[in-house]
Structure formats: structure tokens, C-alpha cells
């Protein structure tokens, strides 16, 4: 079981590591193209966007997702239950974000991320429906299967955003760049995991994964804000243009950094998980993994 175990785990570190490469490159090349035909306030635009909508993400989640991957085993039940929490809470929070964008577009002095926030609040309805499925594949670990819908979704997304901005899409470009890689995410997740949810829905089996998952979106939420805030007092002091190049300078400067770390947590979680109550070796695998994640990072630093 263990070598096993073992072999699942290299193999979704490869595929992983093959997807980031991918995605980076790809990445690279759509950033550097949308840098050439859109203006700086674009993007500083769609940083304040992102903004509102990752924070908003993440209280929709509220780590429902993690917590199915933890759980040794589930019923149908649970699955079922979680999935319709998660449409409850995408709905709720994209609903959310409709009715106060005006506020919030009035505060940044910005009239038009009111209309860009409540297009972009797709995203949490899209995500909804997609966030079962995934934790699902992650907890089979599947992650071939992951990374060929997170390469998919990078490509369409990146291509469709520079033909919009070539089309002098503005803003726009980045928007549905968003919901597009959101939607071939959902689409090839659903055909990966073809599992279709009852209508079943147990506050109780929520309940009893609440006590993993507030814990987890917590400490989420603060290393959120962390690297969100700088974001949100450019932009409401110098405005976005300067939110613009400020933004587009450090994603360039962490998406080697993020990429690495990602790529590495998204395997180490859910193998961990498989371990159970096996201390011992969780501790060690987190120590492997540690080293292995600081050998990487140092130098690119």
C-alpha cells in the first residue's frame, strides 16, 4: 500500500511539475501579449477585481473542499450534501458581490468595476459547481487528470483573452479570461469525474466536516489578505494605472515561487490525508517535502 502510495504520489508530482511548466510558459507568453495590447489601468482594473472576487472564493469554499479530501471515507450522502453547500454558497456570495459592487466601485473611484465585479461574479456560481468534483479528483489523487484540465483551461482562456484584447476588448479581455478558464475547468473536471450528485441534502453531514474546514478557510483568508493588501491600497491611492504596472511586476516576480509551492502542496494534501492517524510518517513526509520545496525556492529567489 505504501509503495503504492508512494508511486501515486511521484507520479502527480511529475504530472504536476509537467502542467506548471506548461502553464508557465503558456502563462508567460498570453502575459507578455496582453501587456502589449491592453493599457496599464486594465490591469489594475483586474487586480482590484481579483481582489473582491478571490476574497469572496475563498469565504465561499469555507474549506469544504479540503475537508472531503481529508476524510478518510465518505458516503454519498456527505458528497452530496457538500456539493449542494457549495451551490448555497456560490450563489450566495455571487448574489453578494452584485449588490454591493456600486459600493465598492464608488470607494476605489473607479465607475466601471461595477459592471466588471458583477460579470465577474460568475466566477462564484462556475467555481460552485466545479469545487466537489475537484477535491473529489484530488482526493482519488488523479492528478493527470487535474493537470490536463488546469493546462486546457491556462491555453483556451490565455488565447481567447489575447484575441479579445486584439479586438480592442479592453478590460473585458481579462474578465472573461477569468470565467473562461473557470468554465473548460468545470467542463473537464465533470467529464474526468463523471459523478452526478442526489438531490440529498444533511445539514448534519456538513456540519460534522465544519470543524476541519473553518479552521482551514481561516487560516486561508489571513494569508489572503497578506498578499491582497498591498493590491487594494495602490489602487485606492495611486490609482489604476500605478495598480496597473505595480501588479504586472510581481505576478512576473512569484509565478515561478507560487507555481513551485502550488504544484507541491496540491500533491503533498491529499497524500497526507491517505496516511490517516500514521504520524510518524506524516511528519516525515512533510519534512521531505519542506526540503524539497526550499531547494527549489531558494535559488529562484
Known amino acids: 500500500m505504501a509503495r503504492t502510495l508512494k508511486q501515486k504520489a511521484l507520479s502527480g508530482v511529475s504530472w504536476n511539475a509537467f502542467s506548471s511548466v506548461i502553464n508557465q510558459i503558456s502563462g508567460y507568453i498570453i502575459s507578455i501579449l496582453l501587456a502589449r495590447l491592453l493599457d496599464p489601468s486594465d490591469f489594475g482594473l483586474m487586480a482590484l477585481v481579483v481582489a473582491v472576487i478571490g476574497f469572496g472564493k475563498l469565504l465561499k ?16 450522502e456527505q458528497r452530496s450534501s457538500i456539493f449542494w453547500m457549495n451551490i448555497l454558497m456560490g450563489f450566495f456570495f455571487g448574489t453578494i ?12 473611484e ?40 488546469n493546462m486546457f483551461a491556462t491555453i483556451i482562456a490565455g488565447v481567447v483573452a489575447v484575441v479579445l484584447a486584439f479586438g480592442g476588448a479592453g478590460v473585458w479581455a481579462l474578465v472573461f479570461k477569468s470565467i473562461i478558464a473557470a468554465l473548460v475547468t468545470l467542463i473537464a473536471v465533470w467529464y474526468f ?16 466536516f465544519l470543524s476541519f474546514s473553518l479552521n482551514l478557510a481561516g487560516s486561508k483568508i489571513f494569508a489572503y489578505w497578506t498578499r491582497q493588501l498591498d493590491n487594494v491600497l495602490v489602487g485606492k491611492y495611486m490609482g489604476s494605472v500605478s495598480l496597473g504596472y505595480y501588479s504586472i511586476a510581481y505576478k512576473f516576480l512569484l509565478k515561478p515561487l507560487s ?25 516525515n513526509l512533510y519534512l521531505k517535502a519542506t526540503s524539497a520545496l526550499c531547494l527549489a525556492i531558494f535559488p529562484i529567489s
Do not use: C
Request: zero cysteines.
Open 61 to 76: 469554499d469555507i474549506g469544504l473542499g479540503e475537508a472531503l479530501i481529508q476524510r478518510l471515507d465518505i458516503t454519498e
Open 259 to 283: 507555481a513551485v509551492k502550488t504544484q507541491i502542496s496540491n500533491v503533498l494534501f491529499p497524500v497526507m490525508s491517505k496516511v490517516g492517524k500514521d504520524f510518524p510518517k506524516q511528519q
Open 193 to 208: 469525474y463523471r459523478w452526478t450528485p442526489k438531490l440529498i441534502f444533511n445539514w448534519k453531514e456538513v456540519k460534522s
Open 110 to 149: 473607479q465607475p466601471k468595476l461595477e459592471i466588471l465585479l458583477q460579470v465577474a461574479s460568475l466566477n462564484f456560481i462556475i467555481t460552485s459547481i466545479v469545487t466537489t468534483h475537484s477535491a473529489l479528483l484530488r482526493k482519488k489523487l488523479a492528478f493527470k487528470q487535474i493537470a490536463i484540465a
Open 97 to 108: 458581490t452584485v449588490v454591493f459592487a456600486p459600493m465598492i466601485a464608488r470607494s476605489f
